[in-house]
């Protein structure tokens, strides 16, 4: 839910309101009894309270700030260990805020400067879950708070549209998993660790070939420094990609009628496997796509989706295979 209001010709002020409640429900097998372990089940309520203001110190100068207070209400925490446990439940709130300045020296231009101050809460998945027997749970998982600082700006040179920015992030009390003992196996945990930095910049393109052709593309690239003091040599930070890329063509060859090809590029991530006993590179993947709509009246459009039309065999997280070539169809209905 979000109000606006314009309290003035230079100032207009945003409130907005969010919840949402999240059931995790567990049933496990255990082998090589083959008996069934009782359900578990977790139970949280999220909520958000946000306020914006836009100021306008001039036609082509804004500011933008923002604040808001995150609070989650944890109903239910079970797990199983040779019998029920039940976690104690614990609330936690924070607030966050955010400005961003933004500066148009013409029509085709635009500069912005950005930061942020916010915090992320752990899921019950990383709280909770035992992946089946291949993670204990950490109920005490505190949430991690990162800042963020982006420069940027976009131009149009002639038709070709081009955007940019630099960004840095440093958080704390980073969440990240860990192998460690347990019963005397090797399993994973969620845990927090000491801090982590990620810098990089990112680009992209848009170039109108023809009326009816156009051609675009992004690239990001990330740098990971992660400090784990106490932790295992092994540790290695996980799922973000060093390179990443992505291109497509967007072309009408008749009226009414759009196919776009893409392209995704990731570079080697690391990752775990899913019983957390050692990480693994994933390898580079690049997936070819293509999409072809229809608009059939003002109201109507059908489409048809085809991905990983290379049927590459590739994972960004260990255990979890992505789709090999698959294919949909979709039908959309505008009121």
Known sequence: MRLDAEISRRDTLGIAFYGRRDEHAEHEQVFPSEAYQPTTTSVE???????ENVFRFLPNLDLTTGVSYDW?????????????????T??????????????????VSELHISVSDRVR??????????????AVSNPGLRPERAQNYEL????????IEVAGALFYSHLTDLIASFPVQYNGTTVSQS??????????AEISLAIPVRKNLL?????????????????????????????KAFAYVEWSPVKKLRFVPNVAISSNRWTMNSIGTTYFRTGHNVNISARVDYQITPNVQIGANASNLLDQNYQMVGGYPEQGRNFYVNLKISG
């Open 152 to 159: 940027g700006g976009s131009h149009t040179f002639g038709k």
């Open 191 to 200: 845990r927090n660790i000491n801090s982590g930095n990620y810098a990089g």
């Open 215 to 243: 051609l675009g593309g992004n690239y990001t690239y990330t740098h990971q420094d992660v400090s784990a003091p106490g932790s295992s040599p092994r540790y290695r930070p996980t799922d973000v990609p060093t390179h």
């Open 45 to 51: 309520e999220s909520y958000s309270i946000a306020g």
């Open 72 to 88: 989650r209400v944890l109903d239910r925490a079970q797990g199983y260990s040779g019998g029920m446990i039940h976690y104690p």
């Open 121 to 134: 809460f752990p899921t019950l998945f990383e709280r909770f879950s035992t992946r089946f027997g291949g």
């Open 90 to 107: 614990r609330n936690r709130g924070a607030p966050n805020g955010q400005a961003r300045l933004s500066w148009r020296p013409d029509p």
